[in-house]
């Protein structure tokens, strides 16, 4: 009965990384057909790049981003943008891990921060962030990466601390 469970879970465990990467090669394809955040113009000098967020509750998420990767567009992020796509984010990319604190002035949108280690593991969320609030949101710990989505989409999709963003 041992062996069967365990070759169950083997199985489940193949079919997620499976459909996880079908979604991220699906997401190859059609990254750049929609770009809902408004005003558009604001984030067109910004790159473009999909990712993966592999719950541990099971579903994985593709998310179109756009990439803040120097000073200058980290500092602008989001600011002024008045809508995200459902399944849209801001990626802000950093070269080596250090602990890092954001805020939301001038951010018209209430949003999800995911700080993400350099073993691209969620090492804290901070869901509902107030819109336009000077008040400093930190990391806690040394990251690389901070994932930037819509309020409530933390909840929504079952993302935990833990949880894996595949790059």
Same mark, same amino acid.
């Given at each position: ?9 083997? +199985? @489940? %465990? ?12 699906? /997401? *190859?394809?059609?990254? &750049?057909c +929609? @770009? %809902? ?7 067109r000098?910004?790159?473009r790049? /999909? *990712?993966?967020?592999? &719950?541990? +509750?099971g579903?994985?998420v ?38 890092i ?8 949108i ?11 593991t ?13 008040e ?11 994932l ?9 999709w ?7 963003i595949?790059?």
């Amino acid at each position: 009965m041992l062996g069967t469970n365990i070759r169950f879970e083997k +199985t @489940q %465990a193949n079919l997620v990384g499976a459909s996880c990467l079908l979604l991220i090669l699906s /997401g *190859l394809f059609f990254d &750049t057909c +929609t @770009q %809902a955040a408004e005003p558009s113009h604001l984030l067109r000098d910004f790159d473009r790049m /999909g *990712l993966v967020i592999k &719950t541990s +509750t099971g579903p994985c998420v593709f998310i179109n981003t756009y990439v803040a990767t120097n000073e200058a567009s980290r500092a602008q992020g989001l600011m002024h943008i008045e809508n995200l796509g459902e399944f849209e984010g801001m990626l802000f990319i950093y070269r080596r891990p250090a602990k890092i604190s954001m805020w939301m002035k001038n951010t018209l949108i209430a949003l999800d921060m995911l700080f993400v280690r350099e073993n691209q593991t969620i090492a804290k969320i901070v869901t509902d962030t107030v819109p336009l609030s000077t008040e400093t949101i930190f990391s806690r710990e040394p990251v690389t990466t901070v994932l930037e989505l819509n309020a409530g989409s933390a909840q929504r999709w079952g993302i935990q601390v833990g949880d894996r963003i595949l790059l």
